[in-house]
């Protein structure tokens, strides 16, 4: 999983990168200093996790939570601040964040919502691969009974054919079990070489 942690303090920002880089070793763990550093590494790489200081110069926090959601809608987002407040946090929750901190960060409490959102994280990729599978599996079964449906219908056709032939009266008994043959030997011919049955007009020759 990819994280991108943001803050303009980089005494919280390393703090924050370290905890979580120990906590989660198997995670690639990124820092911005500034929105727009935040932005760059956004546009460049598929974050999964956003960790981001709500009052920053330039840039804020929820502009670098508009601009992630916009690359990848799928991102998480955890917003901090030193200025918790009611609007602040319904804002970012309006936004799109998932979760909210206040600093000082303490660094179980980062674990532990990190944590949570990992294994959403990892239950959504779950579903979403089984979703492709079901599918996938569904579009294979709607192949074979189409390819199963055709067979069927040319059997049909080559026992129509035989049926003509055994009925012309016309025709003396060792004809009908030539002709017969000859229609049962192109259609195994025809099978074998990956081209199907015979098509009407063949059969149809085959009955006169």
Request: charged share 30%; proline share 3%.
């Amino acid at each position: 999983m990819k994280i991108l942690c943001v803050d303009d303090d980089r005494g919280s920002l390393l703090l924050v990168q370290r905890t979580l880089e120990k906590a989660f070793p198997e995670d690639q763990v990124y820092s911005a200093a500034s929105g727009e550093e935040a932005i760059e590494l956004v546009q460049s790489q598929a974050i999964d996790l956003l960790i981001t200081d709500l009052v920053m110069p330039g840039l804020s926090g929820i502009d670098v939570l508009v601009e992630a959601k916009r690359e990848r809608p799928a991102t998480e987002v955890i917003m901090v601040t030193a200025h918790s407040t009611v609007e602040s946090a319904v804002l970012a929750m309006q936004k799109g964040a998932r979760d909210y901190l206040a600093k000082p960060i303490h660094g179980e409490l980062l674990v532990e919502k990190v944590g949570n959102l990992r294994e959403l994280l990892h239950s959504r990729r779950e579903l979403e691969d089984y979703r492709y599978a079901m599918a996938v599996l569904e579009q294979d079964a709607t192949q074979s009974a189409r390819g199963i449906e055709q067979r069927l219908a040319e059997r049909e056709g080559q026992l129509r054919a035989l049926l003509a032939i055994a009925e012309k009266p016309a025709l003396a008994g060792e004809q009908k079990l030539a002709r017969m043959q000859a229609l049962l030997e192109r259609a195994l011919g025809r099978e074998l070489a990956g081209q199907g049955s015979p098509g009407p007009a063949a059969l149809s020759a085959l009955e006169k």
